[in-house]
């Protein structure tokens, strides 16, 4: 339906990259958003693997609010019990590292 609406889609299948999403995938969806944000909302939906929806939220907050990788997950585990696994925590303080590497 969104696509009919002329919503752009894209497709970040995860299923090559394990329970996490890999730098590719998360560099693709930071650009997707910087080039959509200033549009209105974002939508994300996981369903191979499930469970990367949490990370790429986190990520995308850690970006462009400077929040830590902890401070995201709290977040998201008081919006959304349950959504955010221990994985994922893992996985978003290596991110934390190369996004702190990445700021001038």
């Known amino acids: 339906r969104f696509k009919e609406k002329g919503v752009p889609h894209y497709d970040l299948s995860g299923a090559q990259w394990g329970d996490q999403p890999c730098d ?3 560099d ?5 958003c910087d080039k959509h944000s200033a549009s209105g909302a974002i939508a994300i939906h996981c369903t191979d693997p499930p469970g990367q929806a949490a990370p790429l939220m986190a990520l995308w907050m850690m970006h462009t609010h400077s929040f830590s990788s902890g401070e995201a997950l709290a977040y998201l585990r008081i919006m959304s019990p349950g959504t955010a696994t221990r994985n994922a925590q893992q996985y978003l303080e290596v991110c934390e590292k190369r996004i702190s590497q ?3």
């Open 102 to 104: 990445k700021l001038p």
């Open 24 to 26: 590719e995938m998360t």
């Open 28 to 32: 693709s969806w930071v650009k997707i």
